[in-house]
């Protein structure tokens, strides 16, 4: 299991601003994790990053 200073951090950093979606991230299967992690090369600036976080919670 990936621990969460294995995290890219900027991804990291916003899940902990966000409690909700970093429990959400915590339960997921490895494999939706790992999706999640390879999307998160098309972010490309805080802004995206926050907005790409909240959506685990929508």
Known sequence: MMEFN???MGFGMALAQHPEAM???AGLPEAERQAIIDGIHAVHSKQE???YVERLIK
């Open 6 to 8: 294995e995290l890219p």
């Open 23 to 25: 429990e959400r991230f």
């Open 49 to 51: 990053m926050r907005a």
